[in-house]
Nanobody, 118 residues
Framework: QVQLVESGGGVVQAGGSLRLSCAAS????????MGWFRRAPGKEREFVAA????????RYAASAKGRFIISRDNAKNTVYLQMNSLKPEDTAVYYC???????????WGQGTQVTVSS
């Protein structure tokens, strides 16, 4: 089993920045693809960003491209999501996920709330 714990959420004004962290423990593998997803109130969960094991392959949702940066530190078993130029529509619970493939995630964190005020 792999445990994922997100942190770094909070309340920020529009235009501000937040850095989310996701610490992995348990049967961790630096080979896992790590992803960030979010669920806004009344909406379905959506993909935000993903990074492969060595950072050579990174994908972003259109809504995140140019504003968010995903990175990972395998020595610390941690993945990050730097979020800049935040908008009220970025308000959501952000979830970290890990899996063997970018299209299939086997492990999920509990989520961290991000609220962007206008």
């Amino acid at each position: 089993q792999v445990q994922l714990v997100e942190s770094g959420g909070g309340v920020v004004q529009a235009g501000g920045s937040l850095r989310l962290s996701c610490a992995a423990s348990g049967r961790t593998s630096s080979r896992f693809v790590m992803g960030w997803f979010r669920r806004a109130p009344g909406k379905e969960r959506e993909f935000v960003a993903a990074i492969n094991w060595n950072g050579a392959s990174i994908r972003y949702a259109a809504s995140a491209k140019g504003r968010f940066i995903i990175s990972r530190d395998n020595a610390k078993n941690t993945v990050y999501l730097q979020m800049n130029s935040l908008k009220p529509e970025d308000t959501a619970v952000y979830y970290c996920a890990a899996g063997a493939d970018i299209t299939k995630y086997d492990y999920w964190g509990q989520g961290t709330q991000v609220t962007v005020s206008s």
